[in-house]
């Protein structure tokens, strides 16, 4: 997909989203299998504001013939592994925590809801979702488009 300077893209950082939403909630499951949901709730909850205040903005911006309201949106995710990062220092991330066992199954849960709401969404092995949006932010921004990144 090619952008203009009549595009806003709208850039999410997923691995952001989910944390926020698994912290923020208390625990949930899913009543048949035990299943924890806590993030998938919160997540999606997230989401769906995002899409609502876009689309609220989007309707302001045709009463107020303002041209900034986005027109794309994208949630980016960190692929599991390691990262280039890994390869010029070895310690990178070395003191950080594993995500925490009872989130782990909610993360293809996520992409799936995401996947649901009709939202592109991208990761690529061996990169962050900071590295992602980085690079897909310039890419638009040369083409002219304007960009925001929500985290």
Known sequence: MRLSKKDH???VD???YIFRAYHALPPLTR????LPVGAVAGFCNMLVKLMDDMDAHDRGAQDRDIKSSPTHLAVIFDASGRSFRNDIFPDYKANRAEAPEDLVPQFPLIREAVKAFGVAQFELEGFE???LIASYATQAAKSGASVTIGK
Request: charged content about 40%; proline content about 0%; aromatic content about 8%.
């Open 9 to 11: 893209l709208y850039l």
């Open 14 to 16: 997923g691995s952001t």
């Open 31 to 34: 009543k048949s299998d035990k």
């Open 129 to 131: 979702a900071d590295d």
